[in-house]
């Protein structure tokens, strides 16, 4: 009888192993059921998935859903989303072009929202930023809702791949609310992304493969921005070798980051001529000084970073915040 007994516990065990190893690309979960955690940063996840399209390998958790009033007035939905770069490249985290997010109520399809300006949470536009290799960013959608009660179908698509499928219903009337635990990116403090880059050299224009532009990522100083930021001024020397007047911005391709997250450009309370250059025509042939200022995020090292897109190389300098 033992040996029965133990003979269908382990066949019992081998199934659920089985179960275990089955296939996760497409993760659904009812309603108020908390599925696994978002292991980057700590926080539940409702949902989540992996998945590789042509926008790389990347992970998706659900962590979060509130109502809010949208510019408006209206009632809206708002998910939050952890979105890691599992690439060995940066990545953008969200376009139209790799995912699809669809929210659906009473069988019509929501249309995207925004919230009242200068009311934003403060993740508001990460879906635009670039994240380096193994970094978790937090991003939202908002949606504005047809009726304040009822549910409200989740469906969030990794195009290009087929059962990429990530799908959650909500109860308007009782929604999770915004995670419990604020997003902080992991600190990187010593990063080697461009580990030996020069911090000057020829770039390729940006959209003349013809023209290979002399530039030198010179110094950077700490000065204050609008609205109690904390900005870096990154100085530049830029020398137009193309046929024609080009700006430095578009010559260019231009990304600064910290803890592997790519900041957003900023304001400073006074403005100098090198920052005014920024986007202004540079002679063919001429040699300019240009400054552009970005917004800090944390006490890590800053890498500033200008991509040859045409050689997979460039030029990059890492400064130390004071």
Request: proline fraction near 2%; charge should be negative; hydrophobic fraction near 40%.
């Amino acid at each position: 009888m033992k040996k029965i007994l133990a003979l269908l516990m382990a066949i019992m065990l081998v199934l659920s192993l089985a179960a275990c190893g089955g296939n996760t690309e497409e993760t659904t979960a009812p309603a108020g059921e908390e599925t696994t955690a978002a292991e980057d940063v700590g926080t539940a996840a409702l949902a989540n998935g992996e998945w590789v399209n042509n926008a790389g390998k990347f992970a998706v958790a659900l962590v979060g859903a509130e109502l809010f009033n949208d510019e408006d007035g209206a009632k809206a939905i708002r998910v939050y989303l952890d979105f890691t770069n599992k690439e060995d490249s940066y990545t953008t985290t969200f376009s139209d072009e790799t995912q699809d997010i669809v929210f659906i109520q009473n069988g019509e399809e929501l249309n995207e929202t925004n919230a009242v300006y200068g009311e934003d949470v403060a993740e508001f536009g990460n879906q635009k930023k670039n994240i380096r290799p193994g970094v978790t960013i937090r991003v939202i959608k908002e949606f504005a809702l047809n009726a304040e009660t009822g549910s409200v179908d989740f469906e969030f698509t990794a195009k290009r791949q087929d059962g990429a499928t990530l799908t959650y219903t909500f109860d308007v009337t009782a929604l999770p609310g915004a995670p419990e635990e604020a997003f902080t990116a992991k600190t990187i403090a010593a990063p080697d992304f461009n580990a030996g880059w020069p911090e000057s050299g020829k770039v390729t224009d940006y959209y003349n493969r013809d023209a290979k532009h002399d530039v030198v990522i010179k110094n950077a100083e700490f000065v204050d921005g609008t609205r109690d930021t904390k900005l870096i001024r990154v100085y530049f020397d830029f020398t137009n070798n193309d046929t024609e007047a080009e700006d430095f911005f578009d010559a260019c391709d231009i990304m600064v980051f910290q803890d592997g997250i790519q900041l957003e450009e900023g304001q400073a309370n006074e403005l100098c001529d090198t920052d005014m250059a920024f986007s202004k025509d540079v002679d063919a042939g001429a040699t300019v000084t240009i400054s552009n200022v970005y917004i800090l995020t944390s006490d890590s090292p800053v890498e500033v970073e200008i991509n040859d897109i045409w050689e997979d190389t460039g030029i990059a300098k890492q400064f130390i915040v004071e």
